[in-house]
């Protein structure tokens, strides 16, 4: 008997993840990726000698990563070379900068320098984020979300109110603390990459013992590296993959889907997953008789930001700079409002600027810097070159007050990306860049459910369903997507 095709759509780190857990089990699995490049927003690209990471920049969960080499025998090292970053990040305030250590005791002593008392408090606040990390990361997170039951988990129902599910991260950290500038730092992770921390779940302070504990770490080479090994292990098991693969139809009958329309061409499968977006698939991909949610569904999700990007080749060293750094120097409030409840493009925007060839001079020529800047924005807006430029403009000026350096009168190169360009590379809903916002109305089981009702061998992976944003997050969703196939050809 010849063994089960599986066609994944995406290739991306949830498709990628997907493929090697299938292939391992014996399955052929094919990718088809839309782009020439596999990698998903986690693309990138080689310009005048500078290489950019096209999307993910933080690595944090390092033992995520680990895990998903363990599963298949391999290590982390096999693939690439880790450095962890000491300091972790700066932080620029209005009125000073602030870098973030990457010992403990170090940590410790810069809140005590801040606000006194605070050390004691963060050790309490870590500790109980370390509780939230183990049981929502190892337990609650590789739960595939199509069942009440597994819920009822003892671990799970007696640590219901230490995880914090039904309190806001803006109340649990100003529980610990009252300095403003502790507040920012323990509330960026959420207020970029999820929702107001008004609206998010404290469960999600594990993201700070992520962050503070567990440190944040840098591949050597870029964050390409991981897609690099990722690919080779997928090959190594025999995965095939397609690219320039334009899927336009899902083919269903009798409510299995049994062929893609590719490039002008069908290929069958007996299962397919897909890693695209989520709402694409559904909406356009699918017939409408097969689509289990509404463009009014659809509409009502909240979602993580977008984001304005420029990539940017500089001439010379940009001082004052470290790896990564976020500019806090305007109201951190009224940005995440101008994000998440009034949407529009922000006014006095907070932003974020990566500077790998800190760390790592295969990223740019000698005596110049690699410049990743990212502005958050609302998801849906609308983007014109005039707003970039304005934008463009805005940030470097706020670099030069801050850094003492002109970033403008030394640009080599400069690339923007913004929501149409996510919507034209990876037709993004809403032309979002992380999916959708960790609000408890959107956690484990409420979210976008991973298996089509509709189409029994249909599944979904990656940042609109179960567990969420992040990079280690779809590692995660790429199995849980493998184990319901394997599941469906159990029964």
């Known amino acids: 008997m010849s063994k089960r095709k599986i066609a994944i759509i995406g290739a991306g780190f949830s498709g990628l993840s997907a493929a090697c857990y299938l292939a391992k089990q014996g399955y052929g699995v094919t990718v088809y990726e839309k782009n020439s490049q596999l990698g998903g927003r986690a693309r990138s690209y080689t310009?005048?000698?500078?290489?950019?990471?096209?999307?993910?920049?933080?690595?944090?969960?390092?033992?995520?990563?680990?895990?998903?080499?363990?599963?298949?025998?391999?290590?982390?090292?096999?693939?690439?070379?880790?450095?962890?970053?000491?300091?972790?990040?700066?932080?620029?305030?209005?009125?000073?900068?602030?870098?973030?250590?990457?010992?403990?005791?170090?940590?410790?002593?810069?809140?005590?320098?801040?606000?006194?008392?605070?050390?004691?408090?963060?050790?309490?606040?870590?500790?109980?984020?370390?509780?939230?990390?183990?049981?929502?990361?190892?337990?609650?997170?590789?739960?595939?979300?199509?069942?009440?039951?597994?819920?009822?988990?003892?671990?799970?129902?007696?640590?219901?109110?230490?995880?914090?599910?039904?309190?806001s991260m803006s109340k649990h950290i100003r529980h610990f603390f009252k300095n403003e500038k502790l507040i920012q730092l323990l509330e960026f992770p959420v207020l970029f990459l999820g929702a107001l921390p008004?609206?998010?779940?404290?469960?999600?302070?594990?993201?700070?013992?992520?962050?503070?504990?567990?440190?944040?770490?840098?591949?050597?080479?870029?964050?390409?590296?991981?897609?690099?090994?990722?690919?080779?292990?997928?090959?190594?098991?025999?995965?095939?993959?397609?690219?320039?693969?334009?899927?336009?139809?899902?083919?269903?009958?009798?409510?299995?889907?049994?062929?893609?329309?590719?490039?002008?061409?069908?290929?069958?499968?007996?299962?397919?997953?897909?890693?695209?977006?989520?709402?694409?698939?559904?909406?356009?991909?699918?017939?409408?008789?097969?689509?289990?949610?509404?463009?009014?569904?659809?509409?009502?999700?909240?979602?993580?930001?977008?984001?304005?990007?420029?990539?940017?080749?500089?001439?010379?060293?940009?001082?004052?700079?470290?790896?990564h750094n976020l500019f806090f120097d305007e109201n951190f409030d009224k940005h995440g409002d101008e994000i998440y409840t009034n949407a529009k493009w922000p006014d006095k925007p907070l932003f974020y600027v990566c500077c790998p060839s800190k760390t790592d001079s295969g990223v740019a020529p000698a005596n110049h810097e690699n410049l990743f800047v990212l502005m958050p924005i609302a998801p849906g807006l609308k983007d014109t070159q005039a707003l970039r430029d304005h934008y463009y403009q805005l940030?470097?000026?706020?670099?030069?007050?801050?850094?003492?350096?002109?970033?403008?009168?030394?640009?080599?190169?400069m690339r923007s990306y913004a929501p149409s360009n996510f919507i034209e590379d990876y037709n993004a809903f809403k032309g979002n860049a992380y999916g959708l916002a960790n609000t408890l109305m959107q956690t484990a089981n409420l979210k976008p459910s991973i298996r089509s009702k509709k189409v029994k061998n249909l599944f979904y992976t990656g940042q609109l369903t179960v567990p969420g944003p992040g990079v280690p997050p779809a590692l995660i969703s790429g199995k849980l997507a493998a184990e319901q196939i394997l599941n469906l050809f159990k029964n």
């Open 198 to 323: 008004a609206n998010t779940p404290a469960l999600y302070s594990l993201m700070n013992y992520a962050d503070l504990s567990l440190g944040t770490w840098y591949p050597m080479g870029g964050m390409y590296k991981i897609i690099e090994g990722m690919h080779s292990l997928a090959k190594e098991l025999g995965v095939e993959f397609v690219t320039n693969a334009d899927v336009s139809k899902i083919n269903v009958k009798q409510n299995m889907a049994h062929s893609l329309d590719v490039n002008q061409s069908k290929v069958e499968f007996d299962a397919l997953i897909s890693s695209a977006d989520y709402a694409f698939t559904e909406q356009t991909l699918l017939s409408p008789e097969h689509r289990q949610y509404s463009p009014e569904y659809w509409n009502s999700r909240k979602m993580a930001p977008s984001s304005l990007i420029f990539y940017l080749g500089v001439k010379g060293t940009v001082p004052n700079l470290l790896h």
């Open 47 to 167: 310009e005048n000698d500078f290489l950019f990471d096209m999307g993910p920049s933080w690595y944090w969960m390092p033992d995520v990563f680990e895990k998903f080499f363990s599963d298949f025998g391999k290590r982390v090292s096999d693939y690439y070379a880790l450095k962890q970053l000491s300091p972790a990040y700066r932080i620029y305030f209005k009125d000073e900068a602030i870098d973030i250590p990457s010992k403990t005791e170090d940590l410790y002593a810069l809140f005590e320098s801040i606000e006194p008392g605070s050390s004691t408090k963060l050790k309490q606040f870590l500790d109980e984020a370390k509780y939230k990390y183990e049981v929502g990361v190892h337990k609650l997170v590789h739960n595939p979300g199509v069942s009440i039951s597994e819920l009822i988990d003892l671990e799970l129902i007696k640590g219901l109110f230490k995880l914090d599910v039904f309190k």
């Open 395 to 413: 940030i470097l000026e706020r670099i030069k007050t801050k850094t003492g350096f002109d970033v403008a009168a030394n640009v080599v190169y």
